[in-house]
Nanobody, 125 residues
Framework: QVQLVESGGGLVQAGGSLSLSCAAS????????MGWFRQVPGKEREIVAA????????YYEDSVKGRFTISRDNAKNTMYLQMNSLKPGDTAVYYC??????????????????WGRGTQVTVSS
């Protein structure tokens, strides 16, 4: 069993930055593909970024390319999402997710086995 806890959300003005963290416990971080998703009320949860277990492969949703950076530190069992140049459209609850998978990145929410409870990110205009 893997427990995931997100932190770092908050309120920021458009153009600002936030850094999210996802701390994992319960099992070793190695061998787990990870991802960040976000969801707004009335819409489906969507992928923001994903990273392979080694960190060697990453994926970004088109709207965040060039602004967000996903990374992980397996020694610390922690994944990060650095968010720069934030826009009001980035406002959502952000979730981290993990899956026991060493083949690369996973893009679909159904592919993930473990989820955090989410952290709110609000970007004001």
């Amino acid at each position: 069993q893997v427990q995931l806890v997100e932190s770092g959300g908050g309120l920021v003005q458009a153009g600002g930055s936030l850094s999210l963290s996802c701390a994992a416990s319960g099992r070793t971080f190695d061998g787990y593909s990870m991802g960040w998703f976000r969801q707004v009320p009335g819409k489906e949860r969507e992928i923001v970024a994903a990273i392979s277990w080694s960190g060697g492969s990453t994926y970004y949703e088109d709207s965040v390319k060039g602004r967000f950076t996903i990374s992980r530190d397996n020694a610390k069992n922690t994944m990060y999402l650095q968010m720069n140049s934030l826009k009001p459209g980035d406002t959502a609850v952000y979730y981290c997710a993990a899956a026991k998978y060493s083949g690369g990145v996973l893009l679909r929410s159904v592919s993930y086995d473990y989820w955090g409870r989410g952290t709110q990110v609000t970007v004001s205009s």
